[in-house]
Structures are given as structure tokens and as C-alpha cells.
């Protein structure tokens, strides 16, 4: 079975751009969710989507956003990106509806903002 | 409010040599612990997860960790460590009904030839 796959794995973009970045989860999973990985903040949490629908959001602004398609395949974007948002953005995907499911992650896509 | 303390950020050990990563969680409710192995760029890989059934829990590459309620411990071991073991290691708690995962900030092991 194929594992959790994200496109680009990288990208570089200048500050004031936008940026979109997708996940296909594995098959058969309807739940994906997105994180953050920088040095300095570690792991955080962006969103999670299961059905189309977002379940629950972390603490980060408007400006990231995300959406899931009815194959389950979801894309985040980041609009008006900022030298902060340079990081690694992880997708993870599970197959039931209960959180404690265990998250299966993709290779991420390493984002570069100059 | 949930949380995850991953003590030391890197630890050292010889190859052979035991191997201990720390971890304790804070939850209200009954909580789910994972540890996730990340090695350089690439993502995260389940080593393994406590769902309550069994205290002592075994994954993959000869780990286990033991879950201690009185302890709010999820400490990672190893017996025998191996120079492929070297990785950043993660634990996670994540509760029913939140689907997220709170994650430590992370402990890089290193195995000394």
C-alpha cells in the first residue's frame, strides 16, 4: 500500500507570495491533518480535515489555510508568506473518525521563503 | 490542557549500550502516547502507541516503552543500540475528540561507535 505522498518536497518562494502544497493520503484514510516543523518551535499543529470537513485548527493565522477534496486529498495554502513560515510542513493521515488513531506522515515539503 | 515534556534534547549512548528517552505527559483525561522516529529529511515513523491496553508496550527496532499513570512517564528503551538507531525521536499525546497530536519538542540521539 502507498504511503502518505506530498508534493513538491521542495519549494522556494519570496516573501509577499502564496503558496499551495498537497497531501494524498494513504488509501482508505478520510482524515488528514498538517503540521509545522521548525527548529525552534518543534511540531505544531495546523489542522485537521476528515470528510471535507475541519475538525479542529491550531493557533496560527488566517493566512493559513487548507482544504480537503472529496478523494481525501487535501492542499494547504499559505498566502502573503513571511521568513517565518520558511519550515518543513508535514501531512499526516489516519483512517477512522476518532483522533487517537494512529497518524501515519508523509516526507513533508520543505518550504524556503527569501 | 495537554502537554508533552521530552527531557534532554540530545542524548548520547555507545553502540551496545542502553538506550532511555524520557518523556511525560500532562492530560485531564485518559491520555494516548505515541513515539515517532524521524531521520534526517524525511517525516515521522510510528515506533509505537499506548491505547490502554497493555502498560508495557513493544514496537518496531526492539523498542518498548512502559506507560506509569503515578509517574505521568512514557519513557522510550532500548536494550542493545545500534548506529542505524541515531534519529530525532518524538513523543505525543493526543485525547479523544481533539484529533491532534500535542508533540515534545524532540531528542536527538546519537550512538558512539
Known amino acids: 500500500k502507498a504511503g502518505v505522498t506530498q508534493t513538491p518536497r521542495y519549494l522556494i518562494k519570496t516573501r509577499g507570495q502564496q503558496v499551495t502544497l498537497s497531501c494524498s493520503p494513504i488509501?482508505?484514510?478520510?482524515?488528514v491533518s498538517w503540521y509545522q516543523q521548525t527548529p525552534g518551535q518543534g511540531l505544531q499543529f495546523l489542522f485537521e480535515?476528515?470528510?471535507?470537513?475541519?475538525?479542529n485548527k491550531g493557533n496560527f493565522p488566517g493566512r493559513f489555510s487548507g482544504r480537503q477534496f472529496s478523494n481525501s486529498r487535501s492542499e494547504m495554502n499559505v498566502s502573503t508568506l513571511e521568513l517565518g513560515d520558511s519550515a518543513l510542513y508535514l501531512c499526516?493521515?489516519?483512517?477512522?473518525?476518532?483522533?487517537?488513531?494512529?497518524?501515519?506522515f508523509g516526507p513533508g515539503t520543505r518550504l524556503t521563503v527569501l | 490542557a495537554q502537554s508533552v515534556t521530552q527531557l534532554g534534547s540530545h542524548v548520547s549512548v555507545s553502540e551496545g549500550a542502553l538506550v532511555l528517552l524520557r518523556c511525560n505527559y500532562s492530560?485531564?483525561?485518559?491520555?494516548?502516547l505515541f513515539w515517532y522516529v524521524q531521520y534526517p529529511n524525511q517525516g515521522l515513523q510510528l515506533l509505537l502507541k499506548y491505547t490502554s491496553a497493555a502498560t508495557l508496550v513493544k514496537g518496531i527496532n526492539g523498542f518498548e516503552a512502559e506507560f506509569k499513570k503515578s509517574e505521568t512517564s512514557f519513557h522510550l528503551t532500548k536494550p542493545s543500540a545500534h548506529m542505524s538507531d541515531a534519529a530525532e525521536y518524538f513523543c505525543?499525546?493526543?485525547?479523544?475528540?481533539?484529533?491532534?497530536?500535542?508533540f515534545g519538542t524532540g531528542t536527538r540521539l546519537k550512538v558512539l561507535a
Open positions: 492530560s485531564s483525561v485518559p491520555p494516548y
Open positions: 505525543a499525546v493526543g485525547t479523544s475528540g481533539t484529533y491532534k497530536y500535542i
Open positions: 488509501s482508505g484514510h478520510r482524515s
Open positions: 480535515y476528515f470528510s471535507e470537513t475541519q475538525r
Open positions: 499526516a493521515s489516519s483512517f477512522q473518525r476518532e483522533s487517537t488513531d494512529t497518524q501515519y
